[in-house]
């Protein structure tokens, strides 16, 4: 048996908004949602209208593939949520970004007046030689403009390469050699959860940390979107946050051979 997920989620929509009581008052666009919040209400329909567009695209993807008009179609259905980060972060820091990270995308465009990250996506899906990051070649995200190097969905095949732009932003920095980006501009890097075991995204944080254990810089976000589901295996509930949310990058206090008691000292016998 098949059926429409679409109809079924805006159906869903709509009895929700049909069925929602009317709040109490009426904000102005620049009005914080609540007093003391740094959201205001232009910016919360914003975020909302940027996971929309994700979702869309994803159905338009799927739909032209029905038709034999496109033939890539993995989705960001899951990680609306990243929109916030694409919102957060700026254009001048740059996204090396997992293939679902379309809602983070839109957020980012729209920092930038004129751009048309809708159509440009549709391009790419579609495998046109018009699209301005692929020419047909490959669906990914990417933008010279928004500093989204393009990616391809090779398991964790990018986090090498955040890694590597974040530790030569340091070297710049400290060897005075000039580029486009800002003093205070750090890498982000997306991914799912299942990558995190994969061994390029594990050379990528050992290295970032290593560098960071011997006073590297290293200014780099990695950002798991933990959705708990690796294409085909689960991960375990939890599994991220244990794995990765302990592990500290500052140095261990120095000891001397001195302060070693001598029956602990290595023997040259």
């Keep these: ?19 929602a009581a009317p709040a109490p008052t009426t904000l102005a666009p620049d009005d914080p949602l609540r ?15 940027d996971q929309v567009t994700s979702r869309a695209l994803d159905v338009a993807a799927r739909e032209l593939k029905k038709t034999e008009r496109s033939f890539y179609t993995i989705g960001s259905a899951g990680h609306e949520n990243n929109v916030v980060l694409g919102a957060q972060l700026r254009i001048s820091d740059p996204a090396f970004l997992h293939y679902r990270s379309g809602a983070l995308m839109m957020a980012r465009a729209r920092q930038r007046p004129g ?86 995204a594990l050379s990528a944080i050992n290295t970032a940390r290593y560098g960071v254990k011997i006073g ?33 990058g500052r140095l261990p206090p120095k000891r001397s051979i001195s302060s070693v008691p001598r029956e602990g000292r290595p023997s040259c016998t």
Excluded at 2 to 19: H, S
Excluded at 143 to 151: E, F, K, Y
Excluded at 225 to 247: F, H, K, L, Q
Aim: hydrophobic share 45%; charged share 20%.
């Design 1 to 19: 048996m098949t059926f429409d997920r679409v109809a079924i989620v805006e159906r869903a929509l709509d009895e929700y908004l049909e069925e």
């Design 35 to 49: 007093p003391g919040a740094a959201l205001t209400a232009r910016k919360a329909i914003e975020l909302w209208e």
């Design 115 to 200: 751009e048309t990250p809708i159509f440009d996506t549709l391009l790419g899906i579609a495998a046109s030689a018009v699209d301005p990051i692929a020419q047909g070649r490959h669906k990914v995200w990417g933008s010279r403009a928004l500093w989204v190097p393009p990616q391809t969905s090779t398991i964790a095949s990018h986090l090498p390469k955040a890694m590597g732009l974040a530790f030569s932003l340091g070297r710049a920095r400290r060897l005075g050699v000039a580029n486009s980006l800002p003093e205070d501009a750090i890498v982000a890097s997306s991914f799912g959860d299942a990558s995190v075991n994969h061994a390029t």
């Design 216 to 248: 590297l810089p290293m200014p780099i976000l990695f950002i798991c979107e933990d959705n708990e589901t690796g294409i085909s295996v689960p991960t375990p509930e939890g599994w991220i946050a244990r794995a990765r949310s302990t592990r500290s």
